[in-house]
Structure formats: C-alpha cells, structure tokens
C-alpha cells in the first residue's frame, strides 16, 4: 500500500520541522531560556546554561527540570522564553502546496506552547490550517520523549495509530511514535542535537528525509 493511502492523520513537530532549522528562532529561544535561568535562580550565565543543558538532557525540556527541581510556574516561563523575533522566519511556499495536497487531519505536537505555534504559523504563511494543536500545556508539561502524551494525544483526538504518521526533527521523540502505532518519518536537519540519541533511535525510524517538502512530494506523486 502506497504511503497516502495508509495515512489519513499526519502529525507534525512545529520547531524545524515546518521551518528550517537555520533560521535562528531556536537560537534565540535557548538564548532567552539562560537569561531566564541566570535571572530567577540567581547564578551567573555559564552556570545558568550548564543548568539548561543539564535539565534539557535530564528531563526532555529545560522547564521540566526547572518545574521538578525549583517550582518554576510553566506559564511564566513559557511567556518569557517565547518573547522573539519572529519576523527572522518566513513562508515556504513549496511545502505549503505540498500540505495542501495530502488528505486527511493534520495535527501539530509540540513541546512548545499554543501561542508560539500560532505565532510561527502566521508567520509562514500556515495559519488556520492544521485541525489541531497538541501542546506542552496539553500535555500537563510532560514533554516528549515520554510516551504519556503519546498516548493522551491518541485519545483526545480519537486518533487510529495504524493510519497516522508523525513526522520529527528529533529521531529520539519519534521511538515512541513507532511503540504507540504511528508511522514515524524523521526530518534530519542535518544537525546532532546535543540531547537526542540518534542511533539508538534508528531502529525505529520507517523513514528520514533531509527535505520535508521533497518527501511530501514523492508522496503525492505515489513514489514512496
């Protein structure tokens, strides 16, 4: 069975997935996360990042370690971490019209919060145009790798695992794409991310793509 016709849910990471990894929005959200750190735990910035590291490395997103280790209040520090400069990102067109061919829900999943979605979403020209949005708050801040809101996100949206795909820039978020039942594609921007584990995660990966827009088009022509 060709890849479109298996899969009527296609979920998809927002941070570069949908837009490049180069574009500096997560430089600038790393930024902000050390002067967050520096500023309300009261240490120098080298031992603020190393603490960022640390938490990002430990728990899947710095917030949770700040959450569980120091009572950080999530919505604080989501609001102060997300204060960008988002014109740096803009449309691609190419993806947007290979979007717009494939059938079925698409759903953003991400470790970030609603209102940076929306606000990237305007930016690249997508707005209004996925079903739904599943994020950190969703997911009582639990990020992913943990398979739990794997699992809340199959049942709030009635989701068929079997006929749904996810798509991630980091492969280590998609092994428990694979245990829940999804499809899973990982979108190598062609960087090591310092947390994620990529040969551990291989065997779990159906499929990788350096260019989303490229795999998204051989679907729709049927290739793959």
């Not at 899969?7 to 998809?12: A, D, Q």
């Not at 919060?113 to 996925?130: G, P, Q, S």
């Amino acid at each position: 069975m060709k890849f479109k016709e298996k899969i009527n849910t296609w979920i998809f990471d927002l941070d570069n997935t949908l837009y490049s990894a180069d574009s500096g929005i997560f430089q600038q959200v790393h930024k902000l996360m050390g002067e967050f750190i520096s500023k309300n735990l009261k240490m120098d910035m080298v031992e603020a990042k190393k603490l960022q590291s640390k938490y990002y490395k430990q728990h899947g997103t710095t917030l949770r370690g700040l959450m569980d280790n120091h009572g950080i209040e999530p919505d604080y520090f989501l609001d102060e971490v997300h204060k960008l400069d988002y014109s740096i990102v803009g449309p691609d067109e190419i993806l947007k019209k290979e979007l717009e061919k494939i059938q079925g829900r698409k759903i953003i999943y991400t470790n970030a919060n609603k209102k940076h979605v929306v606000d990237v979403l305007e930016r690249i020209n997508l707005a209004n145009f996925f079903d739904e949005i599943f994020d950190i708050k969703m997911a009582n801040y639990i990020p992913k790798p943990e398979i739990r809101p794997y699992e809340q996100i199959i049942d709030i949206f009635n989701i068929n695992p079997s006929s749904s795909a996810m798509f991630d820039d980091i492969a280590k978020n998609l092994v428990p794409a694979k245990k829940v039942g999804f499809t899973p594609v990982w979108v190598d921007a062609g960087y090591e991310n310092f947390s994620d584990d990529i040969q551990a995660s291989k065997d779990y990966l159906d499929y990788s793509t350096r260019n989303l827009s490229s795999f998204l088009k051989d679907i729709n022509e049927e290739i793959i």
